[in-house]
Nanobody, 123 residues
Framework: QVQLVESGGGLVQAGGSLRLSCAASGRILSINTMGWYRQTPGGQRELVAGITSGGSTNYADSVKGRFTISRDNAKNSVSLQMNSLKPEDTAVYYC?????????????????WGQGTQVTVSS
C-alpha cells in the first residue's frame, strides 16, 4: 500500500505565505506526476499545480506567479510554496500522485490522495 501524508496548512493573513508538503511512503518503485488540488465547500476539486518526474510544471491560471511546486524524487515528496495568498485561495488542499509500487509478489500502479490540509486566508 501507498500512503500520502500532508503537512503545512493553517491560517494566514492575505498577502502572507504558506508551504505545503506531502510525502509518499510504501514500497514505491517510481512516481510519475505529483500534484496539488484544492476544494472549497460545495465546489469541485480543481488542479492547482502539477509536476512530472522530469520536473515539468503546470499551474492553474489563478495561482501563476504566486505558487511554486517542487519535488524531491529521492524523498518521494512534493511541496507547494504559496506566496501572496488571497482569501479566494481558502480551501482544503490535497496532494495527489500516480505511483508504481510493490505489493506481495506483484507490481502495481495506482492513483493516491492525501488526507487534505486546510488553508485559510483571512482578509
Amino acid at each position: 500500500q501507498v500512503q500520502l501524508v500532508e503537512s503545512g496548512g493553517g491560517l494566514v493573513q492575505a498577502g502572507g505565505s504558506l508551504r505545503l508538503s506531502c510525502a509518499a511512503s510504501g514500497r514505491i518503485l517510481s512516481i510519475n506526476t505529483m500534484g496539488w488540488y484544492r476544494q472549497t465547500p460545495g465546489g469541485q476539486r480543481e488542479l492547482v499545480a502539477g509536476i512530472t518526474s522530469g520536473g515539468s510544471t503546470n499551474y492553474a491560471d489563478s495561482v501563476k506567479g504566486r505558487f511554486t511546486i517542487s519535488r524531491d524524487n529521492a524523498k518521494n515528496s512534493v511541496s507547494l510554496q504559496m506566496n501572496s495568498l488571497k482569501p479566494e485561495d481558502t480551501a482544503v488542499y490535497y496532494c495527489n500522485t500516480n505511483v508504481k509500487y510493490v505489493r506481495g509478489g506483484g507490481i502495481f500502479t495506482g492513483n493516491y490522495w492525501g488526507q487534505g490540509t486546510q488553508v485559510t486566508v483571512s482578509s
